[in-house]
């Protein structure tokens, strides 16, 4: 007999250590310490909460006989014996981390800029390019060249600020 075992994509509270599943579309479910939530049921993944966006941990749990059904009912009459697998009980359940996000340092406000003016230079030489390929204006064609050449300029200097800076370190 093949049996087939329910899966949940669940969360792992960082703070209380709570492992937290929807049990249906709409079960909005937090941790018990309320600082972590999860949302979306089978549907979707939502996640929310204090510190998520630094670091957090989706796992992958295997609720063994439980069916969508027992899940939806669960939530529907508001019994909530399911949603929630404290840390001290994860070891009764088969379960695989699927997703982790983990610190990452955050770049200096100077990289952000540079990163942001790089980005706005890139998406604008694109329109420009775009316009001339389509109307063949000789104003937009000389308005890329400036362009271009405005890039080469702020290359060049951002290459002679580098090589300062390296040489400052050295």
């Not at 359940?93 to 996000?101: D, P, T």
């Not at 800029?113 to 420009?128: D, G, P, T």
């Amino acid at each position: 007999m093949n049996t087939k075992h329910l899966t949940v994509n669940a969360l792992e509270c960082p703070d209380c250590g709570d492992f937290i599943y929807s049990r249906t579309r709409h079960d909005y479910h937090y941790c018990s310490c309320g600082s972590v939530f999860i949302d979306g049921g089978f549907d979707y993944i939502r996640l929310g909460g204090r510190g998520l966006e630094k670091t957090h941990k989706l796992w992958e749990i295997n609720l063994g006989d439980k069916t969508k059904q027992d899940l939806a009912s669960d939530w529907n009459y508001k019994n909530d014996r399911l949603g929630t697998i404290k840390n001290c009980d994860i070891h009764k359940y088969e379960v695989k981390l699927i997703s982790e996000k983990t610190p990452t340092e955050t770049p200096s406000k100077e990289t952000q800029v540079v990163r942001s003016l790089e980005n706005a230079i890139s998406e604008f030489q694109k329109a420009v390019k775009e316009y001339a390929a389509a109307l063949d204006n000789p104003l937009l064609k000389e308005l890329k060249n400036r362009v271009e050449n405005a890039v080469k300029y702020l290359e060049e200097h951002d290459e002679k600020d580098r090589t300062k800076k390296s040489k400052g370190k050295a």
